[in-house]
């Protein structure tokens, strides 16, 4: 018996052996593949043609220094541009000026060309939302102007453009003046009756005299085509709303001074109400708690009443970010908010009958607006830097 148990288990190790000597079947050597970084779409000269620009990084060109900080000799990355009218097409054309097959899966961002994102963007992405090699997870960008020239400028920190861009992404997360809009959530929005969503918006501007790459506010999608912008405080109004606050500094001014207050957490809950007479009612409730920053003047902020006025002037400087919003997005009609995704998950018959007319319901929705502040560490001084007036 044991004898017919060792031979079994000699056969079942050699058996192992055998697989793991085959390697993976599917696997492909680094030197084979073009590793794509970031990609750009625009709107070609054709209307019925796009024009895609993928950024592949070149290691070779990324060396390091004597002291082992990076020291480039020669650019590292190339950009290969390549117009078509179908995604999946061009992509298999960048073979013919790159020897090396593109390789998505360390993708850092996708980016939209204006042009094409006022036309639509639904048929462009459909390639990327089917490729097995495409993250999901990656940040979704428009540009204003060309997806192609803001993939050409060499950033100023920075090697790869598109690793500048998403490390600036990171880093509006200090603010709040920029949403984080990944490309999954795009493809759920896209699928949507009623939803309309953001995506950050990047431009190529002027930092004393350099032309470098700023990352701010967003432009409102309603169904697949760009209908707006929102500007860093509506953006901020927004993300108050859809619970994306991070951080970010409010500036109030109380007792004939300003102060600053950083915000440290908030919290939105969203209640829909249907009411006997049908009429439909959105209840918004924000709770914030933020940090004493700096202030300017010698007037003491720090008394428990000029504390409760600050905290009453933040109230209302985020009620006003929320209007603002609230505001430009009746205008467009678009509800980036997901008021009617809220209704439909708590209401989904009487939802059945609104859907069609959501659209004009969102034009007249009344929102009530309720908003909490809480101040909680005044810092390591308790009076401004002014001589005492005693």
């Avoid at 390789?103 to 939209?112: G, K």
Wanted: net charge negative; hydrophobic share 40%.
């Amino acid at each position: 018996m044991k004898n017919r148990f060792r031979r079994i288990t000699g056969v079942a190790v050699a058996a192992l052996i055998l697989v793991g000597l085959t390697g993976c079947w599917n696997s492909r050597e680094l030197n084979t593949l073009a590793i794509v970084m970031g990609i750009g779409f625009d709107q070609a000269n054709d209307l019925e043609e796009v024009e895609i620009t993928a950024q592949v990084v070149k290691t070779k060109g990324i060396k390091g220094g004597k002291n082992g900080g990076g020291s480039s000799q020669e650019e590292a990355f190339i950009n290969f541009t390549e117009i078509g009218t179908g995604s999946f097409d061009i992509i298999r054309e960048f073979t013919h000026v790159s020897s090396r097959k593109l390789y998505f899966t360390h993708n850092q961002i996708i980016v939209i060309g204006e042009n094409l994102a006022r036309s639509g963007i639904r048929n462009t992405l459909d390639m990327l939302s089917r490729n097995h090699e495409a993250r999901m997870n990656v940040y979704m960008l428009v540009a204003k102007g060309s997806a192609k020239d803001v993939l050409n400028l060499k950033p100023e920190l920075g090697e790869v453009p598109a690793m500048e861009i998403a490390q600036l992404m990171e880093a509006q997360k200090n603010t709040s003046h920029t949403p984080d809009t990944f490309f999954y959530e795009v493809t759920f929005s896209l699928v949507s009756k009623t939803a309309a969503f953001v995506i950050p918006t990047v431009e190529i501007g002027d930092s004393a005299g350099r032309k470098v790459l700023i990352v701010s506010g967003s432009a409102v999608f309603k169904t697949d085509k760009m209908v707006g912008e929102l500007n860093e405080k509506e953006t901020r109004g927004l993300l108050w709303v859809t619970d994306d606050i991070g951080s970010g500094i409010i500036e109030i001014a109380v007792q004939g001074v300003t102060a600053e207050l950083e915000i440290i957490r908030s919290n939105c809950k969203i209640t829909p109400e249907i009411g006997a007479d049908g009429s439909v009612k959105i209840k918004l409730k924000i709770t914030e708690e933020s940090d004493f920053g700096s202030q300017t003047g010698s007037v003491n902020l720090l008394t428990m009443e000029n504390i409760q006025r600050m905290e009453e002037a933040q109230a209302q400087e985020i009620r006003k970010e929320i209007e603002m919003v609230l505001e430009k997005t009746r205008t467009l009609n678009a509800d980036i908010f997901g008021f009617g995704e809220a209704l439909h998950r708590k209401y989904p018959h009487q939802w059945e009958s609104m859907e069609a007319e959501w659209n004009e319901i969102f034009k007249a929705l009344d929102v009530e607006i309720e908003v909490e502040t809480k101040i909680n560490s005044i810092g390591r001084i308790d009076q401004p830097n002014y001589p005492s007036k005693e």
